[in-house]
Structures are given as C-alpha cells and as structure tokens.
C-alpha cells in the first residue's frame, strides 16, 4: 500500500511540474511522451472539450458541450472511427481566459487528447492557441471570427467576416438607411470586426455615427443607449456576446426603443440569446449566420428533431454555434479515418489530422445547413451566407441567402499582408511566416 501510494504521489507531482512548467521545459517532456501514440488501438480516442459550462460566456458555449456530446454519440454509434468509440474530456472554462490556458495544457500534457475542440471569443482561443502551438496540436474552433489569423494547427467551422457582416452590413443600409452605430463587447473580435464592418460600411455609403465597448460580461448598457438615442442612427450593428448581449437587448426595448425604427442587426443574437432573453425582446431583429433552425431541408428536420428529443437537447433550441460545433465533430471524424489510411492508426498526430483535413467536405446528408467543405490553405469553411431577421416566436424568418458557396478569406481587408496558406502567411514577396495569431 505504501509503494502504491508513492507511486500515485510521485506521478501526480510529476504531472503537476509538467502543467506549470514553462514551455521550453514542457516541449522536452513531451518529445520524450512522442513515442507514445495519440490513439492506441482498443482503446477510446479521446478529445477535449473545452468550453464553458458556467459564467457569462455559458449561455452560447454549454450548447456546444450539449451538442458535441450529441454529435459523438451519434458518431459512435455508428461504429466509431476505425471501429473504436470517441470518448469526451469535459472540462469548464468558467468564462476565464486563465482557465481556458490552464485546461489546454492539462488536455494535451495529461489527458493526451487528440484534439481539442472549444471556444466561444477571440480572446479565450488567442489564450489557448500559445500552447495549441508549441504542442504541435490541433484546435476545432466552431464559431464566428473575425479572420487577421493564420495558423497551421486551428481548423475553423465558422463564418469569417467575409461570409457575414459583409452581406449584413450593404444588406441593413439598403432596408433602414445610411446611419449606424457600432456596439461591442471590448476585446478582439469585436474590434476586429468593426474593422471590417467599416470597410463594407463605406462600400455601401453608409455613415458611422458612434463606436462604443462594453467590458466582456457587463450589464450596463444605459450609457450607450444615451448616446445612441442622441446619435439617431437608422440601426445598430451589434458584437455584443453571452450574457451582456442578452442584458442589451432587453435594455434596448425597456428603454423605449423601436425596432421598426432602429432594428439591431448581430453577428451573435440567435436562437439561445432569444429564447434566455425572452422573445419579446429579441423580435424584429437580424443576425448573420450560415444556419438557423427554421432551415427546412430534410438534414436539419432530423437534426433538430433528434437534438432536442435526446438528453441533450434540454434548453430547447438548435443555434448556428450548436450546428458549427456539429460540423466540426463530423470534419474530425473525416479527416481522422484520411489520416489513419495514410499512416496508420498508432502513428496518427494532431498535426496529421490537420493535414489530412484540407478539402474535406460534410455533405448535405449530413450537414444541416447544407454542404460546406473546408478549404486547402487556410482551413476555414466555404459556406452560404445567410440574413433572418427573428420572429415573435423566437425563430428567424430568412430574407436573404447566398446562392453560391463564399470562399473564406482570413485576410480580406488586408491583402497586403499576403495570403494565408497551409503553410503559413505567404507574403508578396514569396517569405512565408508560420502560426500568425
């Protein structure tokens, strides 16, 4: 018992050197890990998810906890990945970008995950991507963001701004008018976002009125609506994201305005923020995304009806980040069964899995918004862009959709700062630079 005891000791101390080891330090001890394989034959393939469960950012990212899970029992009962059963890492980032670096290192170095899937903000995956990395790993980042990023371990089933806010934006000032006011959550994507906005902005001859950000997860929006009500815009384009997004919608009605008059226009307010918000306050408004639940193809009846009849489905609602992170369960399990036919099981990598990924396609059989495929350079998706503007029940009616694939483009405000490739950003000048965050 003793010897089982400091067995157990000196292995958990050694594991707790490794987490707060500095990188140089982790790196070694993972080269000396390598020759242990990813995914063993007989056993479970394991995956992180890393999201949060509690917190101001749990509103959107517990459904995508919920629909992973989905998503891998679907799988798994299936017949799994090479015949063997994915197995779920659940943790809770606690909508603390701390935490989210914490549980990356602890996912890859302890629990030896074979990719990571997680994020909801720019600014919790910019916190995890240092050690996503420098392990050589692979993050499924499985929502909307605002591109300036090329790195060669992240795979991406979201929009760029260039498949939303670019059809949103001429889309908005044609319907209400020329005058907009710009309100985000203060960190990256937002920023980053309006950046875009204002190029597209400007193409449609539109005005920008005011700019203002609100700290991530505040409540107080009675400021802002002050000046917003001085401003007159014609509508509002909102990065508001989780909990404070809900508090500002309500704010805005509570407070007296129209959305007839001054619609707010979202990357972010669907079908989970309505339905926390109640409908009231959510009606009339638009959002951007590649998928709503109302979509009606056979796909997305059967997603929707197996979804929210399972387990899992308790809050009630499919969303555009749920059926992101849907796909991205499906772009694993993919472009995993192409890695092990090119090397064989035990040698598979995460950074295999990523190269293996370039071009895989989840068919409309199985995507719910229809085919997508993930591009061969920079690994974001090709989708269709859509615009619905939400209905008294809390559903969204769309009024505008693309009827072509749009290519990603992570850098399409910045051309000059080249072009993103599956070997890092290539400049004019033909120098490549590798993992640009």
Known sequence: MRADRRGFMKATLGAATVLAAPYGFVKSINQAWGAQSWIKKGEPIKVGLLFSLTGGLAVPEEDSTLV????????NKAGGIAGQPIEPVIVDAKSDFNVYSEKTKELILRNRVVAL???????????????????NHLLYYPTCYEGAECTQNTICTGPLANQHSKDLIPFMVQQFGKKVFFVGSNYVWPKESNKNAKVWLQ?????????????????????????????????????????????????????????????????????????????????????????????????NHKFVEGFLKSKYGKNGVTHYNMEETYLSAYVFKYGLEKAIAKVGLEEVTPRAIRDSTGGIKVEDAVSPEGLIWIDDQNFNAWLKPKIGQCQADGSFKIVKASAEHVAPDPYSIYPDLGKCTADGLKAADGKVRKSVI
């Open 117 to 135: 899937f997680g994020c909801y903000t720019s600014a919790s995956r910019k916190a995890i991507l240092p050690t996503v990395m420098a392990q």
């Open 203 to 299: 193409q449609a001859g539109g005005e920008l009125l005011g700019e203002e950000y609100i700290p991530l997860g505040s409540s107080e929006f009675g400021p802002v609506l002050n000046k917003i009500r001085e401003a007159k815009p014609n509508f509002i384009f909102s990065t508001v994201v989780g909990a404070s997004d809900i508090a500002f919608h309500k704010q805005f009605k509570q407070e007296g305005f129209k959305v007839d008059s001054m619609p707010i226009a979202s990357l972010t307010t669907g079908e989970i923020e309505t339905r926390a918000m109640g409908n009231e306050f959510g009606a009339g408004h638009f959002l951007s995304a590649p998928y709503f639940q109302g979509l009606d193809n056979p796909t």
């Open 68 to 75: 992973m899970q989905y998503a891998i029992d679907e799988i």
